[in-house]
């Protein structure tokens, strides 16, 4: 059995269009499938980060992640994804910090792959 500890989560999906319609669904599949890919408990989590390319304005991911019903008492912060050449476009990354006694699953969905294809299974 694992002792609990700080640990942090990385995930990314990316959106179609940017509309809040697209964002929204991009954020609850990602924590859907964060949170059962992790066996994640909200009581555990410390904090949630954000980022977002500057290509994405219609909705702001930390508020599309309340209004699907997660992380409904946690800090949750986001920022702007800085421009790099060749970026991948249309982007929302995040960063769960919580305590858990197990080995951390990061989860690139929907495009995203290609951000880190050696950690995804």
Request: proline share 7%; hydrophobic share 40%.
């Amino acid at each position: 059995m694992w002792k609990k500890k700080l640990t942090a989560i990385r995930g990314a999906s990316c959106i179609t269009e940017d509309t809040p319609e697209a964002v929204q669904k991009a954020v609850s599949e990602l924590f859907t499938v964060l949170y059962e890919k992790n066996a994640i408990n909200e009581k555990d989590i410390v904090s949630i980060q954000f980022t977002l390319t500057p290509d994405i304005q219609s909705m702001n991911p930390a508020a599309a992640l309340r209004k699907a019903g997660f992380a409904g008492t946690c800090p949750l912060f986001c920022s702007q994804e800085p421009v790099i050449t060749g970026m991948l476009p249309k982007t929302v990354r995040v960063l769960i910090t919580l305590y858990t006694g197990k080995p951390a699953v990061p989860v690139y969905i929907n495009g995203a792959e290609r951000l880190r294809p050696d950690l995804c299974r």
